[in-house]
């Protein structure tokens, strides 16, 4: 009797499929050990979710919010949460779990050079083959497509870690793989990893190469999402940015250790120079990231320290809530309340201050002094009756007092915006006698960070507020001042 040819092949179309799936399955236990749901997750998204753009990443992929790529680009973006170890199982991935009928407009990569350099032995011939067979064919393959290459960036201690002859391995393997990829006219590199606001601060990491969530959507904000040119990597600056690498390498390697000040209790009270940023991306998270001293970010954004028209927040009343312990009047919306929160009413030892307003006082003509010393709507007499109270509560207490930084604003600073105010360099030279007054600690930051009208756009974010590299140079600098208020 004839048999049915479909129900003959039935068995073996089963079969077949059978045999794929334990091929795969078999192949990706095989490409790492991450759990096989992981993987499986992600190529069921692969293949059955809406999205225009993907992101695969050498980089730890739990550094990135997905929902980031959307909300910041409006382009729906999938991003795999496998972790992946070399170029070959990228594009394995990307065949394997994207459909053929799938347009993508973008494709993100974050790509770890000293992973990909070290698995070829940091042979030139190697790493240029790997790159020509592994990448290049999948970008050309997509020539409509965009494709935004993020390179890892190791924290300095990372690099200081390795042999000097392997640095300079890495270093020569970059420079024969970039090249590559600089020559497809659809990819665009970025590459903040010579940065030292970011590679220098050991706050920034969790680990040597996952950084802390605020800093990793930094960088996604000024990469792969603004990719506005600040940290592009081009055949232009390529050299100029490995050379920064290696000097701060350099440097790092030479310098003595900074001093361990882990036993220090520092608290900042300011404005948004302050205020506007936590965790270690702000002023006080660098000098804990630096030296390790506990901090407390007291400061609030908009805030002078005179007392302006309407009974506004002011350094007088700051003071008040931390000496006495009731933090009613402080607007509670802001991240920095916590801090009062934990320190309000308490002494903690090796307690220092750093007092840092000026520029509002400035912005709203409050009157730099009067002949009532500690007259409150006035800058000085605010600050002299803040301090005095402090002294009083917290007599073994440092205190530094620190001069507003240079602004491009109403003309470099130098208007009046009252009949009672001054220039800004007023209120900076009130400051500095204030000090020496109440023998007390100074920072001239009009001075010496050594901002200018020529270089205020590599420090400022918006001609006032330090950006990241110019809160870095500042908090470098205050570690420096940590030295001569508690010597070591």
């Not at 665009?188 to 605020?214: H, M, R």
């Not at 790092?252 to 205020?275: E, Q, T």
Request: proline letters at 6%; aromatic letters at 10%.
């Amino acid at each position: 009797m004839r048999r049915n040819n479909a129900s003959h092949r039935l068995p073996d179309l089963l079969f077949g499929i059978a045999v794929s799936v334990l091929g795969l399955t078999l192949l990706f236990a095989w490409l790492d050990p991450l759990p096989a749901l992981v993987r499986r997750a992600d190529l069921k998204r692969l293949a059955t979710e809406e999205y225009s753009a993907v992101f695969f990443s050498m980089i730890s992929p739990g550094s990135f919010q997905e929902e980031d790529f959307s909300y910041y680009l409006a382009l729906p973006t999938l991003k795999a949460a496998y972790r992946f170890p070399d170029l070959e199982k990228i594009c394995f991935y990307f065949e394997s779990g994207v459909p053929d009928t799938r347009e993508l407009s973008h494709v993100f990569l974050g790509l770890d050079l000293l992973r990909i350099s070290k698995a070829c032995g940091y042979d030139h011939r190697k790493i240029t083959q790997t790159v020509e067979e592994d990448l290049i064919p999948f970008i050309t393959a997509r020539p409509d497509t965009f494709f935004r290459i993020l390179l890892s960036y190791p924290s300095l201690e990372s690099w200081c870690g390795l042999p000097p002859d392997e640095t300079d391995k890495i270093l020569d393997a970059c420079r024969v793989l970039l090249p590559l990829l600089f020559a497809q006219p659809n990819v665009t590199v970025f590459s903040p990893g010579s940065e030292e606001w970011l590679i220098a601060n050991p706050g920034n990491y969790q680990k040597d190469d996952l950084c802390q969530p605020e800093v990793s959507r930094q960088i996604l904000l000024l990469t792969l999402v603004g990719g506005n040119g600040r940290y592009l990597l081009t055949p232009d600056n390529l050299e100029e940015r490995l050379n920064r690498l290696e000097d701060l390498i350099r440097r790092k390697r030479d310098a003595a250790p900074l001093p361990d000040y882990s036993d220090l209790s520092l608290v900042f009270l300011g404005d948004s120079i302050i205020g506007n940023y936590t965790g270690s991306l702000s002023i006080p998270g660098v000098v804990g990231g630096l030296c390790r001293a506990t901090v407390y970010n007291c400061g609030y954004g908009g805030m002078s320290a005179a007392q302006a028209e309407g009974g506004s927040l002011s350094f007088p009343l700051l003071v008040d809530s931390l000496t006495t312990g009731d933090v009613s009047a402080l607007p509670q919306d802001k991240p920095v309340y916590s801090g009062f929160l934990e320190l309000a009413g308490k002494s903690p030892g090796n307690l220092c201050f750093f007092i840092n307003f000026g520029l509002n006082d400035y912005f709203n003509g409050a009157a730099v002094s009067s002949k009532e010393p500690y007259d409150l709507r006035t800058f000085i007499g605010a600050l002299r009756l803040g301090i005095t109270r402090l002294q009083t509560a917290y007599p073994h207490a440092r205190i530094v007092l620190m001069t507003p930084n240079y602004t491009t604003y109403f003309s470099s600073g130098t208007e009046t915006k009252s009949e009672v105010g001054g220039v800004l360099a007023d209120y900076v030279g009130a400051e500095l006698a204030l000090a020496e007054e109440l023998s007390v600690y100074c920072m001239n930051n009009y001075v010496d960070l050594g901002i200018s009208e020529k270089n205020q756009a590599q420090l400022l974010a918006d001609g006032c507020h330090l950006n990241e590299a110019g809160r870095f140079l500042l908090g470098t600098q205050i570690v420096e001042k940590l030295k001569a208020v508690f010597p070591r």
